[in-house]
């Protein structure tokens, strides 16, 4: 068997330039601090890309599929004989892809963040935050058990508090950042609540034991009833609603419009391919659970992701910000995924839904990162976030309109581009399960078409604007990503 020892690497160097360049950021010039930072970012980024070629093209295949691995395990904490909490590295196709996914993303917003935030005070501060929290999110993709998990995830929460509120002496920016971090330890208190039921009623923490469909913890807690439902279900819904949180989604969606306070390299980051898909990676993680134990918490995953989907489209309608715009469709997209996990069944043709959710993660997650990082090019040639500030744009921004218009096309799922291949699966999974939810989705994508056009024309072409400054595009680091 190919040995991934070496995987502890990539968790580990994010955290130890965060440490390098938060303690020693001011001794050093911000040029280079960026340049350490994101030097960094591309060693792990190699690396994870890598361990996915060794995983998915020169590992073992097991017969049922992709092997778990344990790369890397330690005792932390013994709570009792049988209970311990472990810190360790878990490598599987979801944790595998996670990994080319946050780390590629990161990379991008690294370069890119060379030139937005070049001249900004606080600009070596800016990114050690950024491998602060790409340290949190990589140690909570690769957790071996759902306590890490939890660990990390409230590790991410904080280091997107800080990044969210970079602009300390802004006042929109503090309370934005406060209102995500509140918001969120609301869902992460259910998210705790449903660990320890959990744990409680199968003695283990472990993802491998938790996940087996034949182990002992799938018939544990099943004939215990309270209000109706068993506790296995209990806790899953509790657990969901962590990733309700995280993910932005009805009700605990407010904190994500006011985190556009935060720069632009920021919202692509977190509501790209990072902080929110950690709810639908969440409901991945624990599908087995879900599927064969807890199908009525299934349910509730199935009609949250609907109704956030829906309700997020129609508000994206309605906006004038371009963030906030990019914002509510992150919102509808990420339900989008959660209603694909809802309506598979696991295995099989029936988990067509859950292979529909992480191929329209892993998608999502490039153009929209694409979206938010042109939309901060926009931003920095006509210093202004309001649509109706712009028009006509194409003629001084023709590379920036070209990347913009490829994601626009993606995103609205035009053929042949990937989000029509994922969106349609989606589309399929839900037809065959639930025709009311297949129908709202079908609206939904529709919408996304409507509201992500509107906004191109408005920006693009639309009146002819008179600017102060003539617009042009941005130095090469932002440009060439």
């Not at 599929?65 to 209970?83: D, M, P, R």
């Not at 934005?176 to 449903?194: C, E, M, N, P, W």
Request: aromatic fraction near 14%; glycine fraction near 8%.
């Amino acid at each position: 068997m190919t040995n991934f020892g070496y995987t502890i690497l990539i968790p580990l160097l994010p955290f130890l330039m965060f440490l390098l360049l938060g303690l020693a950021g001011n001794k050093l010039k911000a040029r280079l601090s960026g340049l350490l930072g994101t030097a960094g970012l591309a060693v792990i980024t190699i690396l994870s890309d890598f361990t996915a070629y060794q995983y998915f093209f020169s590992g073992e295949k097991a017969e049922a599929g992709y092997q778990k691995i344990i790369a890397f395990n330690t005792v932390w904490l013994n709570l009792s004989e049988k209970l311990h909490i472990d810190l360790g590295v878990l490598l599987d196709p979801i944790s595998v892809m996670m990994l080319v996914v946050i780390t590629t993303v990161s990379l991008m917003v690294h370069i890119y963040s060379l030139g937005y935030m070049k001249g900004e005070k606080g600009f070596e501060r800016f990114f050690a935050f950024l491998s602060l929290f790409s340290f949190s999110m990589l140690g909570l993709v690769v957790a071996t058990n759902i306590f890490q998990m939890y660990i990390f995830w409230e590790l991410v929460g904080v280091s997107s508090f800080l990044l969210i509120g970079f602009y300390y002496t802004k006042p929109s920016a503090v309370r934005a950042s406060k209102k995500a971090f509140i918001v969120t330890r609301f869902a992460d208190f259910g998210f705790l609540i449903g660990i320890l039921i959990l744990s409680f009623n199968t003695k283990t923490f472990d993802f491998i034991t938790l996940t087996d469909p034949n182990g002992a913890a799938m018939t544990q807690g099943g004939g215990i009833a309270f209000m109706g439902l068993s506790v296995m279900t209990w806790s899953m819904i509790f657990v969901y609603m962590g990733g309700v949180g995280k993910s932005a989604m009805f009700p605990f969606h407010i904190w994500l419009p006011d985190a556009m306070e935060g720069p632009t390299p920021v919202s692509a980051l977190i509501h790209a391919a990072t902080m929110v898909v950690a709810g639908v990676y969440l409901v991945a993680r624990m599908f087995p659970i879900y599927a064969i134990t807890a199908p009525a918490a299934l349910q509730v995953v199935a009609y949250v992701g609907a109704f956030s989907s829906l309700f997020a489209a129609v508000i994206a309608c309605t906006q004038t910000d371009i963030k906030r715009v990019l914002a509510y469709s992150t919102m509808s997209q990420i339900g989008y995924m959660m209603l694909a996990l809802g309506v598979s069944g696991y295995g099989g043709h029936d988990g067509l839904g859950f292979m529909a959710s992480m191929f329209h993660l892993f998608t999502h997650a490039f153009f929209k990162a694409l979206l938010f990082l042109a939309a901060g090019a926009i931003i920095h040639a006509v210093h202004s976030n309001d649509m109706t500030d712009m028009g006509g744009l194409r003629k001084y921004l023709p590379i920036t309109h070209a990347t913009f218009l490829i994601a626009c096309l993606t995103i609205a799922g035009i053929p042949p581009l990937s989000g029509f291949f994922s969106k349609d699966e989606i589309l399929a999974a839900a037809f065959h399960h639930n025709k009311i939810l297949f129908a709202v989705e079908y609206a939904v994508a529709g919408l996304t078409a409507f509201y992500m056009f509107r906004l191109y024309f408005s920006i693009f072409w639309g009146k002819e604007t008179q600017y102060h400054h003539t617009p042009h595009e941005s130095p090469p680091s932002m440009t060439i990503l």
